[in-house]
């Protein structure tokens, strides 16, 4: 893989660590590896939790790669649930028989949000966890997910609050709100997730998949609910306004280390 790096402490717990510099962006080369993992978790008779992280520190995963030609997908068979296909992989990611963590280190906007919103459970770095749905600020929509699956979290003015106003929110904000389960203090961060995570992975396998399953009937959003959302983000994205604030931002710095990516919830409405 070259987007993911996966290992295996044990036969019932995998660790995966987004790895794409210099700033995280997903890609159409990434959900061809996540539709690997996800292949590969469904098949697995002994897994029972997967831990997702990010090889950088400042950035989990900071947005979708707005330079992607979507050449990676050519050759893939078509989405399993019909839908576009990130859209079609996070589905597949929440239905898993297996619980998913979100360690979040750094920056998880766009896209990178919608993925954290598809895992089953989010913790954040207190000091260094930033979430956000900038999408607004580009004048779209977010299509993949996060109209659906933030107002079962956090409720419908809060979710308008997160989705219309673009903006970013600390680890402490995130869990006031329901956006993650809980903020821990940097330095506690991974051993938190890692004790969390083993303690999950020493449980029985089809009893981890039965709950989940139970769970998954009450809270999880329809299928039929994403398709207008990722029809109406693709038709607006291929739009002059969408087209403009794409070459102005990166002509300001969009997609590299910098103060436009590091503070892109406060700027975006300024490109």
């Known amino acids: 893989m070259n987007h993911l790096t996966l290992t295996k402490p044990s036969p019932s717990m995998w660790r995966v660590s987004f790895d794409n510099p210099p700033v995280n962006v997903i890609s159409s080369r990434t959900i061809v590896e996540l539709r690997a993992l996800v292949d590969a978790a469904e098949a697995d008779p002994d897994l029972t939790v997967i831990v997702f992280e990010s090889a950088n520190p400042d950035f989990f995963s900071a947005h979708w790669d707005l330079t992607d030609d979507t050449s990676s997908l050519a050759s893939e068979p078509p989405p399993v649930t019909g839908q576009q296909a990130f859209v079609d992989v996070l589905i597949r990611l929440s239905k898993l028989p297996v619980i998913s963590i979100s360690s979040i280190r750094g920056r998880a906007r ?20 930033l979430l956000g749905q900038f999408e ?25 609050e997160i989705l219309a106003g673009a903006d970013d929110f600390d680890g402490d904000l995130a869990e006031r709100y329901g956006y993650v389960n809980r903020s821990v203090p940097d330095a506690e961060l991974d051993g938190f997730v890692d004790t969390f995570a083993r303690r999950v992975a020493a449980a029985d396998r089809d009893a981890v998949a039965e709950l989940k399953g139970w769970v998954n009937e009450m809270t ?30 990166f002509e300001r710095g969009l997609q590299q280390p910098g103060d436009l990516e590091n503070r892109l919830g406060t700027r975006g409405f300024e490109v």
């Open 110 to 129: 766009g896209a990178g949000s919608e993925f954290l919103l598809a895992t089953d459970i989010r913790f954040a770095s207190r000091e260094r966890a």
């Open 136 to 160: 607004m600020t580009t004048g779209l929509a977010p299509g993949g997910g996060a109209v659906s699956r933030l107002p079962r979290l956090v409720g419908r003015a809060r979710a308008l």
């Open 220 to 249: 999880l959003p329809e299928d039929q609910e994403f398709r207008p959302q990722s029809d109406a983000f693709f038709a607006r994205a291929a739009g002059p306004k969408v087209s403009g604030w794409i070459g102005r931002a």
